[in-house]
């Protein structure tokens, strides 16, 4: 499986059900010879390694299978088309194993057939065929679509197993439950239940077992060790009465079976398990969505100017794609020839589609509206904007919140704990129980392993992560990782960069004014700024947009003030006042009032004058976004404290914050005094956020508590920060810190169901209410609250979808 030095491998996971099961896994893996780092991510049901050596990714998935969990792989053979000799099959067969994806495989030279194991998340039988046929061999695949085991398919093969097993238990545990509640006087009563609950037990339940041993084998303990413990000696101890009931007959006792409690609790368990495995599958919906927003096929403009479609994965960087009406773009590029407006609320989670002329950039997975139009392949794969959300979605969902690193612990010591409790209320029966004391304190003990349920407890922080980071990706504001979206909550300090993030970052003409309103001389004025260099041209060229052009005699550039242009024998000026007053132009009240009126609110005043007068005054300024003034009151009034920083004079920021309603302000902030002031106010016990779009602000995104970047910035500002407002809009933070609250009340709720349902649970399950009122708790009963504690804590987190 090649790999450079620093290439993480996922490896997909099986049956690590909670973070306690996902220690395990980490353990094991830490025992593995030429791993260099890794962690295993509940939420996105994968282990993710470093390794130098390709050969070691088989020993991890090895050490992971031995512990008792699965690594779905897909086993596979293949004809090898090409091989004359034996030294041909090993380097096939070495090419096979170098392929990414690979973690075993052999070429039989006599039978002409590859058998591989691959990861299906990392590689499938074309890539396989591509790498054979790079070296001169080639692959028989047959049919791609049919060897091509998605991890999915194998996930909703494993579901559809489940479900039967599932559904066979419940149906052979009804009439042990039937005769054991009420029919216990029927002949051969015992055996009846026998004959119901050995298949439950011992075929549907084999897993709990073999995983239990295993687990075992390694000394360590999970939730299949506590169900196999509890509903083995359940069984054994009914199959030793029911065999020799003279043993209790002669100490005076009655012989119970409990078939019913070990058949029930299987079925429960693995009803459970079928619950929380439909649930978990909700949660995850945010990365199915953005996954199925990208093509199978593209329409590719060959050289010869004719259409071929193309499977996606075939696109490269350079190919001219052809867009029609209604279809998705298939990846990242720049628009060549053609215009439409493009749905672009994937991205930004704003409905209003985007104009795309020539030369603007398109995204993957946003979808075109009317028109069409060919554009040239820039990023393709991994690269577009789209992987690399999904990549940040799964990541953040992945990763964990300081909480959990405490239940991470806990955890740690609840299996072994749980066992030392079923231990001490056993003796205790014993000492304590009199006649029954062996009969009420084994099935107190099977009752107090069956109701403990680490998963509840595992469960509650990662589902309520990946719900709050899906539904967050939903809304356009992407989530790097888990501590920032429990950080945000606590933010009481912003500091916003004002271009780009509280105003639109481009220059735009603001206001024009003519004198006696006569605009005649505009197709001038726009030819003039046509040719202009300036920077600040542009904006007044895009204002005019649509003008009629005319040609100069002369035109010169003077550098500092402006444009000098002639035309049939008038000379025209576009600049500053001073060149104005250099050129003895005349400039009438009316104008002088409104550019002194511009002036004081910090915009930029151009004039355009003829040889004598001036004939009209333009303010260019960079335009507050709409959406800034209500994002800085909303703010506001939640009682955080708002900073703008900017390198702009001190009047531009001054009448900035006075059009914002923002209360604090530094101007002329040069880039690496920002992080200066970030650390400034740390110090004075703020939780700060930096929201910035620019290179310039990625030193103080770095240093932040919480960092965020606005989506149409630089890629530097989105790589530092933990979180990205694709859209831009400001409103977004309000957003984010809400749902930061609705996913930290939502952990705390599941943990606290979870915690208190195993401090009520277990003194109960012990018998503590015995001596009070005589009541012991069934097994049964036992089963279908741990199995319901599960669903409960993943349906509380799913309800978070909903919340506004």
Same mark, same amino acid.
């Given at each position: 499986? /090649? ?54 990714? /088989? ?31 090993? @380097? ?19 039978? !002409? ?83 119901? @609950? ?94 199925? $927003? ?27 794609? $052809? ?164 950080? +945000? ?6 500091? $916003? ?63 500092? #003030? !402006? ?5 049939? !024998? ?15 132009? /005349? ?30 005054? $333009? ?21 955080? +404290? ?42 004075? !016990? ?61 952990? #705390? ?32 009963? /036992? ?22």
């Amino acid at each position: 499986m /090649a790999t450079d030095n620093n290439e993480t491998i996922y490896l997909p996971l099986e049956d690590v059900e909670s973070e306690h099961c996902a220690l395990i896994v980490d353990k094991g893996l830490a025992h593995v010879k030429g791993i260099e780092s890794h962690r295993v991510e509940l939420n996105n049901h994968r282990a993710a390694i470093t390794v130098n050596d390709p050969e070691v990714v /088989a020993d991890a998935v090895k050490a992971i299978k031995d512990l008792g969990y699965g690594v779905p792989t897909v086993k596979n053979s293949f004809p090898v088309l090409g091989m004359t000799c034996a030294s041909c099959a090993s @380097s096939a067969e070495s090419i096979a194993k170098a392929t990414e994806g690979v973690v075993a495989a052999s070429v039989n030279f006599a039978t !002409g057939n590859l058998a591989v194991e691959y990861l299906p998340n990392m590689t499938d039988a074309g890539k396989l065929q591509k790498a054979l046929q790079s070296v001169g061999y080639d692959l028989l695949v047959e049919d791609e679509s049919t060897q091509q085991e998605t991890l999915e398919a194998i996930h909703q093969k494993k579901f559809q197993q489940l479900r039967k097993k599932t559904i066979l238990a419940v149906l052979l545990s009804l009439p042990v439950v039937a005769i054991g509640m009420f029919f216990m006087k029927i002949p051969y009563a015992n055996q009846i239940m026998w004959f119901f @609950s050995t298949p439950v037990v011992l075929w549907l339940g084999k897993d709990f077992f073999v995983n239990a041993w295993k687990q075992a084998k390694h000394r360590s303990a999970n939730m299949d060790t506590l169900v196999a413990l509890s509903t083995g000696i359940a069984y054994v101890f009914s199959v030793f009465n029911m065999l020799y009931p003279g043993f209790w007959h002669q100490r005076g006792l009655h012989a119970h079976v409990y078939f019913e409690a070990a058949a029930v609790v299987i079925a429960f368990i693995l009803l459970g398990k079928l619950l929380e495995e439909k649930a978990k599958g909700n949660t995850s919906s945010a990365i199915k969505k953005l996954m199925g $927003l990208q093509p199978k096929t593209v329409t590719v403009i060959a050289a010869d100017g004719n259409e071929k479609q193309v499977a996606i994965e075939d696109v490269t960087a350079g190919d001219i794609i $052809l867009v029609k009406p209604g279809e998705k773009i298939a990846v990242d590029g720049m628009v060549t020839s053609g215009n439409s407006y493009v749905d672009e609320s994937m991205l930004s989670g704003e409905p209003v589609p985007v104009l795309k002329t020539e030369n603007e950039k398109v995204f993957a997975g946003t979808i075109n509206q009317k028109g069409s139009f060919q554009f040239k392949a820039v990023k393709v794969g991994k690269e577009t904007m789209l992987a690399h959300i999904i990549k940040m979605v799964q990541d953040a969902q992945g990763s964990k919140a300081p909480v959990q690193k405490l239940v991470d612990k806990i955890a740690g010591i609840f299996v072994p704990v749980v066992m030392g409790i079923a231990i001490l209320t056993f003796i205790l029966w014993l000492i304590l129980g009199g006649d029954n004391g062996v009969v009420q304190g084994l099935l107190a003990a099977v009752t107090v392993l069956v109701i403990a349920c680490p998963c509840a407890l595992g469960l509650a922080t990662p589902t309520a992560i990946m719900v709050g980071v899906g539904k967050g990706a939903e809304s356009g504001i992407l989530i790097k990782d888990a501590e920032s979206l429990e950080l +945000a909550k606590k933010v009481n300090a912003i500091v $916003l960069d004002k271009t780009g993030t509280i105003t639109e970052g481009k220059p735009e003409v603001t206001g024009i004014k003519w004198l006696g309103n006569d605009d005649a001389a505009s197709p001038i004025l726009f030819s003039i700024e046509k040719q202009s260099e300036h920077p600040l041209a542009e904006a007044v060229v895009k204002h005019l947009e649509g003008t009629q052009t005319t040609s100069f005699s002369y035109f010169e550039s003077i550098t500092g #003030k !402006g444009v000098k242009a002639i035309q049939n !024998g008038e000379t025209y000026l576009v600049g500053n006042k001073k060149l104005l007053a250099e050129n003895n132009v /005349a400039i009438d009240k009316e104008l002088q009032l409104q550019a002194d009126e511009w002036s004081r609110l910090s915009k930029t005043v151009i004039w355009f004058a003829d040889s004598t007068k001036a004939l009209s005054v $333009l303010a260019i300024s960079d335009k507050i976004k709409e959406s800034s003034v209500a994002a800085i009151r909303q703010l506001q009034d939640a009682g955080i +404290a708002l900073y703008m920083l900017t390198g702009d004079n001190e009047a531009t920021a001054k009448a900035i914050a006075e059009q914002t309603g923002l209360q604090h302000y530094k101007a002329e902030v040069l880039p690496q005094h920002k992080a200066d002031f970030v650390k400034e106010l740390q110090k004075q !016990g703020k939780t700060v956020a930096m929201v910035g779009d620019g290179i310039n602000d990625s030193t103080a995104l770095a240093t932040a508590d919480v960092s965020i970047a606005m989506g149409k910035g630089s890629d530097i500002a989105m790589d530092v920060a933990k979180m990205t407002i694709i859209s831009s809009d400001l409103t977004k933070i309000p957003q984010a810190i809400r749902l930061s609250k609705q996913t930290v009340a939502t952990i #705390k709720q599941n943990l606290f169901w979870a915690f208190i349902y195993n401090v009520i649970g277990i003194p109960i399950a012990a018998g503590i209410l015995y001596p009070v009122n005589g009541f012991l708790l069934n097994p049964m009963i /036992a089963g279908a609250a741990m199995a319901l504690s599960s669903v409960s804590v993943v349906s509380n987190s799913l309800r978070l979808k909903w919340k506004k």
